[in-house]
């Protein structure tokens, strides 16, 4: 009977194109290296051409463990963990791997238990953001019965694992300075999570900025989002208020936006704000959003690469080829920060405002 559309191709489909027992097929699938490496570079080869993908499902029912990785997060409800978490799901399903994902809810109680969940489910590595430095102890249990961890966005230094990170300082920088170069004087660095190396980085560029134009930093620092917004109201209620915001995240930024609307606070006539995180909404507002956008989706594809990279060399008792891989970050410019005029433009005003003699 031929088939229909809807047919997804089978491990016998395979064997057939390239002339090879099931097994032999079933064999290169699972990663065995007993298999001549010529008849092995067939059988992948007419994998993709039929666009074979392993039914993972049967596996399991037939008592075989899948190849599974693990992935643990803060928060699936922020945008920017949730684009990681589907960048790294797509690419572990390409590569024929599913991917258990959790979220802490920034609780070390509740990503201790997840570990211990994945350990029972003997995954081949692990995923991380880690909620803190309580995080530390387990994951240095881990690598020491050879688990390979790969931290993402958030890590710690010391632990013999693989990081995946962002400019953070840099794009702090650039975003403060940007401020500076609107005539901004009075600048509020305001967020939470303070004790997390991430946002200590974006702390450190907003420092230096504020520093090198000789101005003193104003910084609140919150324990939890739901503190935010009652801080940013005593700020601004004081002598000397802010004339210009750098918020530390995207969840800080929200926080600061609601609070300004229900104040009708103008933005950016009476505070200019600029936001560490893009999300997919900060165009559409009703003042487009000025952003430090981070490369989630590739922070997401990059880590697991890594990982799976590591699981590969692991068989071998290698280590991964790169341990830390940092990647850029780009000041996005809209409307929140001041410019009004073409982001082009406005280098062109900086550039000649800044050669014309003082």
Request: proline fraction near 7%; charge should be neutral.
């Amino acid at each position: 009977m031929p088939k229909t559309p809807n047919d997804r191709p089978t491990i016998g489909d395979v064997a057939r194109e390239c002339g090879v027992a099931r097994m032999t097929v079933s064999r290169v699938v699972n990663g065995a290296h007993l298999v001549n490496p010529e008849t092995a570079q067939r059988v992948r080869e007419a994998i993709r051409r039929l666009g074979y993908v392993p039914n993972e499902a049967a596996r399991i029912l037939k008592g075989r463990a899948p190849k599974t990785i693990g992935l643990i997060v803060p928060d699936l409800a922020d945008t920017f963990f949730s684009i990681c978490a589907h960048a790294v799901q797509q690419l572990a399903a390409k590569h024929g791997y599913l991917t258990l994902l959790l979220a802490s809810e920034r609780d070390p109680a509740s990503e201790a238990t997840e570990r211990a969940l994945m350990n029972s489910r003997e995954i081949a590595g692990l995923l991380i953001v880690p909620s803190g430095p309580q995080s530390v102890v387990q994951l240095e249990e881990a690598r020491a019965r050879g688990l390979p961890v790969v931290m993402l966005d958030r890590t710690f230094p010391g632990l013999d694992a693989a990081e995946v990170l962002v400019e953070n300082k840099g794009g702090a920088e650039t975003a403060v300075q940007h401020l500076l170069e609107h005539g901004h004087r009075r600048i509020l660095c305001l967020g939470y999570d303070g004790h997390i190396n991430s946002i200590g980085k974006r702390i450190e560029g907003y420092e230096k900025a504020m520093n090198s134009a000789g101005l003193a930093p104003d910084l609140l620092i919150a324990d939890l989002p739901g503190e935010i917004e009652p801080m940013l109201r005593a700020r601004l209620a004081a002598p000397n208020r802010p004339t210009a915001i750098f918020s530390l995240n995207n969840v800080t930024t929200i926080h600061v936006l609601q609070f300004l609307a229900c104040e009708g606070i103008q933005v950016p006539g009476e505070v200019a704000l600029i936001g560490f995180d893009d999300f997919e909404m900060a165009p559409l507002l009703r003042v487009p959003l000025t952003a430090i956008r981070q490369p989630a989706a590739e922070l997401g594809r990059t880590a697991a690469q890594l990982l799976l990279d590591w699981i590969r060399t692991r068989k071998t008792n290698g280590l991964p080829i790169e341990r830390t891989v940092v990647l850029p970050t780009e000041l996005v410019i809209r409307r929140s920060c001041g410019c009004t005029r073409d982001p082009s433009q406005l280098k062109e005003s900086l550039a000649t405002k800044s050669a014309t003699p003082q």
